[in-house]
């Protein structure tokens, strides 16, 4: 079985060489498809690093429960019954903050 971090490293490897090595030769569609590629492996290769993460969230949430835990959240969540909840603020915090991780990640240096 493959190491998952290994695999995320593979990917930014990758999308390092198609955006260093490949992007600059390009124009027009090409370049605008290559670059919109790397972004895509980019996203993939940040989705395995944040893999842990957003299943320990996920746990959090559910419990283990599945689909059948996350109708029981909604369904409460729409009740009121879980209005001030810090255990549920603070796990859909680290979900929303992991979710930015993955889609919008910071900028070196910002």
């Known amino acids: 079985m493959q190491d998952e971090p290994a695999g995320a490293a593979t990917l ?13 030769g390009l124009t027009g569609r090409p370049r605008y498809v290559a670059l919109m590629v790397a972004n895509a492996i980019g996203i993939a290769a940040r989705e395995i ?31 009121g019954a879980r209005d001030a909840d810090p255990e549920l603020h603070a796990a859909l915090r680290a979900g929303a903050d992991a979710a930015a991780d993955i889609w919008k990640p910071a900028k070196p240096g910002a």
């Open 12 to 24: 930014d490897a990758a999308r390092r060489a198609l955006t260093e090595e490949v992007v600059p």
């Open 49 to 79: 690093a944040q893999a842990d993460r957003l299943k320990e969230t996920s746990t959090r949430l559910l419990g283990g429960a599945g689909d059948d835990g996350l109708d029981d959240l909604v369904r409460a969540i729409r009740d």
